[in-house]
């Protein structure tokens, strides 16, 4: 079975189909406490569950690895493990989700063969808006997830995601970097945001969803050498 076997995928052209998009098949939660008149005893034991839930009063373990001093964080969009791994014979993969093998992707290959594969790695997000919050803050607010399905259902809202405002990247971003590179010192914490694996599907006027991620590919390799890796190889 293909992931969504209605909806676009890179093979082929891309058209809408609601109930075979990951957010079409949320029908909608709805929980209710009983909050308005509780005492402040009561809304504290709902805070501590909370807190429960989420792990946020449990113990910090021991440290046990040197500390790290910087850290590149490349997030990657909407592809799946299969789709870019399903041809690493240590991984749990499978080959007839394969659609960009080692040929088209040799530095994701030899970074996941260098450093670490991890598969079966699941993830608490729908789409892309909530998916970026979940990867660099582990959580979704609830501006998030309220303004997601309005969103994504075209009712004129812009993107507020994913570092944008208002379908806009704050101007001063490429002066900060620079200003980073002036004075030698660079945050602990970068994050790198690689998007053209994201594809166009067969859209006419289009690279090819190949193309798209060979491209994406020869920039993680790129990033990979700005970190003081060995550079790996180039996509054909």
């Not at 002066?175 to 998007?195: D, Y």
């Not at 694996?197 to 790129?222: C, E, F, I, K």
Request: hydrophobic share 35%.
């Amino acid at each position: 079975m293909w992931p969504n076997p209605k909806g676009p995928q890179p093979n082929r052209p891309q058209r809408f189909n609601p109930p075979a998009f990951t957010l079409g098949q949320i029908s909608g939660t709805l929980t209710m406490i009983r909050a308005a008149n509780a005492t402040p005893t009561e809304l504290a034991t709902f805070s501590m569950r909370v807190a429960r839930a989420n792990g946020w009063n449990a113990a910090r373990p021991t440290r046990r690895c040197p500390p790290i001093e910087h850290v590149i964080y490349v997030i990657k969009e909407n592809r799946t493990y299969d789709q870019i791994f399903g041809d690493l014979p240590a991984g749990d993969g499978d080959t007839s989700l394969l659609f960009f093998p080692r040929p088209v992707t040799p530095n994701h290959h030899a970074l996941a063969e260098r450093f670490g594969l991890f598969d079966r790695f699941f993830v608490n997000a729908e789409v892309s808006t909530d998916g970026h919050n979940w990867s660099t803050a582990s959580y979704a607010t609830d501006y998030v997830q309220k303004t997601t399905p309005s969103q994504y259902s075209n009712r004129g809202r812009s993107y507020d995601y994913t570092g944008t405002n208002r379908d806009s990247l704050p101007e001063d971003d490429i002066a900060e970097l620079e200003e980073f590179k002036k004075v030698g010192r660079m945050p602990a914490l970068e994050i790198v945001w690689l998007p053209n694996d994201h594809t166009a599907g067969l859209r006419a006027g289009s690279p090819t969803p190949a193309v798209y991620m060979a491209d994406n590919d020869l920039a993680l390799g790129r990033w990979s050498k700005r970190s003081r890796k060995p550079r790996f190889g180039r996509p054909p």
